[in-house]
């Protein structure tokens, strides 16, 4: 298994005033960005990195913080720029896992799943669904293999131009795979400070 990962903090978080979203204290004891290292780690996924706009803000952390691409646009930017990085910084990889900044409960159940997911169904991304019928296409592994990068980085160029900034849509466009998870509680994301209460 040769991942590594991106977690995507880039956004404005204007439901929370401003505050940077993984910086928030959840469970009483860390914050939800730290959760998300150490669980990525515990799946031996290395190295991470962290998109951001804001480098003060995650400067604590101990990763590599990576500036978006575009401005403005929302998380593809993100993705873009996680993908432009390991391809000038880490060319033998396979994979690089995607998670959004903003899961309090995420585990290594998952991430791994996501991960076997993408090795089986040798697709260019694979990303998260629930019972629910609630798709997380920031959950999501994305290959490294050189024709699939390419393609992919292209077309999120192509629809960031086309100004179409749906995640969902251009992963279908892309022919991404959905693999199916039975628990919604855990790709809950935070958006409020009462959601903090009930992650």
Avoid at 8 to 14: D, E, R, T
Avoid at 138 to 149: G, Q, Y
Wanted: charge should be positive.
């Amino acid at each position: 298994m040769n991942i590594a990962a991106a977690i995507l903090a880039g956004g404005k978080a204007s439901r929370l005033g401003g505050l940077a979203k993984g910086n928030l204290i959840v469970h009483n004891h860390t914050t939800i960005i730290q959760h998300l290292l150490e669980t990525i780690k515990a799946a031996d996924i290395s190295p991470t990195i962290i998109i951001a706009n804001d480098n003060e803000a995650y400067k604590n952390y101990g990763v590599k913080i990576v500036s978006d691409l575009w401005r403005d646009i929302g998380p593809l930017a993100g993705i873009a720029s996680a993908l432009n990085y390991y391809a000038q910084h880490k060319t033998q990889l396979d994979g690089i896992l995607i998670l959004p900044c903003d899961l309090p409960n995420i585990t290594i159940n998952e991430i791994l799943q996501l991960v076997h997911a993408f090795y089986f169904h040798k697709k260019p991304i694979v990303f998260a669904a629930t019972d629910e019928n609630e798709w997380h296409p920031l959950c999501a592994v994305i290959s490294c293999n050189e024709i699939n990068r390419v393609s992919t980085i292209l077309k999120i160029q192509q629809a960031i131009t086309n100004h179409k900034y749906k995640i969902r849509q251009v992963w279908q466009e892309i022919g991404a795979e959905v693999v199916m998870f039975p628990h919604n509680k855990n790709f809950r994301n935070i958006n409020t400070h009462a959601d903090i209460k009930t992650a």
